[in-house]
């Protein structure tokens, strides 16, 4: 497993570079020919739209958004349930003759989330990924949005697995942030699967917010993780605006937390505490004092 992420660690700077070029390149493409794909050749001339700009946040098409590198314990939870979907005989046990465990599994070390306001962005963007073949290679695709099977609540992104490949020639190599000689007996191949999922930029906000309320379900003692991972006030009893409202990484922007002193906040307290023992002592018909 340490393994497994000291390579996702130093595959990250690549990962983060080829996800922002194409990115990058959708967001400054002036017309859809500019995205460098023939719609007809795809066989999808049907569907060729114009971009719609009036959709654009802070003047841009798609927001990109990278997750953190997965963190250990989450990573031993998922590796253990594919080792027993594998013992199940659920998913292949070998592969080219190498045996495969739970650890072999997980693809989602590295990460990102593309967010827009329109739809046809996410359509648009998939065929830009299709046709990256010297970067991307497809493994695998989840369309949350269309799967009647799901809840409503689960059907709100498109998650993409998806084969980072070792540049292609020796100049690509030096603008990838990869160390070491370029290869040329890599070129091209597969070097590490990522995880990419398009969804839309409310979907996107509505799901970081639920995150909070997800870790106190997902709690095996629900009542000590809230005292020591409050979801309304910080450690300093101040009213906690949610990261995703307070530094909204869909524009960029960052809005000031609310600013109260811990001792304002800490007498409010203490005069609810105040007012609750009036209250029941005049219920009790007790001296509050």
């Not at 946040?57 to 250990?72: A, E, T, V, Y």
């Not at 046990?93 to 990102?112: E, N, T």
Request: with cysteine; aromatic share 12%; glycine share 4%.
């Amino acid at each position: 497993m340490r393994l497994a992420r000291d390579h996702a660690q130093e595959m990250w700077p690549y990962f983060e570079s080829a996800v922002k070029n194409i990115v990058d390149k959708f967001n400054h493409a002036r017309s859809i020919d500019g995205l460098g794909f023939s719609f007809s050749d795809l066989g999808v001339g049907d569907f060729k739209l114009p971009f719609h700009n009036i959709f654009m946040r802070n003047g841009k098409r798609l927001s990109l958004i990278f997750g953190p590198l997965k963190k250990f314990a989450r990573v031993s939870v998922k590796a253990a349930e594919y080792d027993d979907e594998i013992d199940r005989g659920e998913k292949k046990h070998d592969f080219s003759g190498r045996r495969l465990i739970g650890i072999d599994y997980v693809l989602d070390w590295l990460r990102c989330t593309i967010a827009t306001e329109d739809p046809y962005n996410l359509f648009l963007f998939f065929l830009l990924l299709q046709n990256t073949s010297d970067v991307f290679q497809i493994q695998r695709v989840k369309n949350k949005f269309f799967n009647s099977e799901l809840p409503p609540h689960i059907q709100t992104n498109v998650l993409m697995n998806v084969l980072l490949l070792y540049p292609k020639d020796e100049n690509a190599f030096k603008a990838s942030c990869l160390r070491g000689e370029f290869d040329a007996e890599w070129a091209r191949k597969p070097i590490v699967s990522v995880e990419i999922q398009l969804t839309l930029s409310d979907f996107f906000i509505i799901k970081e917010l639920e995150h909070d309320f997800y870790n106190v379900l997902r709690s095996t003692e629900p009542e000590s993780f809230l005292l020591s991972n409050p979801l309304f006030v910080d450690d300093m009893m101040r009213p906690k605006v949610p990261w995703v409202l307070r530094k909204n990484p869909l524009d960029d922007t960052e809005i000031d937390a609310p600013k109260e002193s811990a001792e304002r906040a800490a007498s409010k307290v203490k005069a609810k505490m105040d007012g609750a023992k009036e209250l029941d002592a005049a219920i009790n018909g007790d001296d509050p004092k």
